[in-house]
Nanobody
Framework: QVQLVESGGGLVQAGGSVRLSCAAS????????MGWFRQAPGREREFVAR????????LYADSVKGRFTISRDNAKNTVYLQMNSLKPEDTAVYYC??????????????????WGQGTQVTVSS
């Protein structure tokens, strides 16, 4: 079983930056692709970013492209989401997730087997 714990969320002013972290348990972290999703009240959980097991391939939702950066440190079993130029519409609970690499449906929550508890990010105007 893989356990994921997000941290780093909080309140930030529009235009500011936040870095989220997701710490994973176990010794097989490097075998998983990792994703970040977010969910705001009244909205479906939406894909934000994905990174391949080695970190060599990253993918982003159009809404965050150019502002967010996903990265990972396999030696620390940790994945990060650097969030810059934040907008009020980025306000949501952010979740990290682990899933098998090579799943063509990686933008769907169904492609991931393990989820963290989420961390709230609130962007004020």
């Amino acid at each position: 079983q893989v356990q994921l714990v997000e941290s780093g969320g909080g309140l930030v002013q529009a235009g500011g930056s936040v870095r989220l972290s997701c710490a994973a348990s176990g010794r097989t972290f490097s075998n998983y692709a990792m994703g970040w999703f977010r969910q705001a009240p009244g909205r479906e959980r939406e894909f934000v970013a994905r990174i391949s097991p080695s970190g060599g391939v990253t993918l982003y939702a159009d809404s965050v492209k150019g502002r967010f950066t996903i990265s990972r440190d396999n030696a620390k079993n940790t994945v990060y989401l650097q969030m810059n130029s934040l907008k009020p519409e980025d306000t949501a609970v952010y979740y990290c997730a682990a899933g098998a690499y090579g799943n063509s449906a990686f933008r769907s929550t169904g492609a991931y087997d393990y989820w963290g508890q989420g961390t709230q990010v609130t962007v004020s105007s």
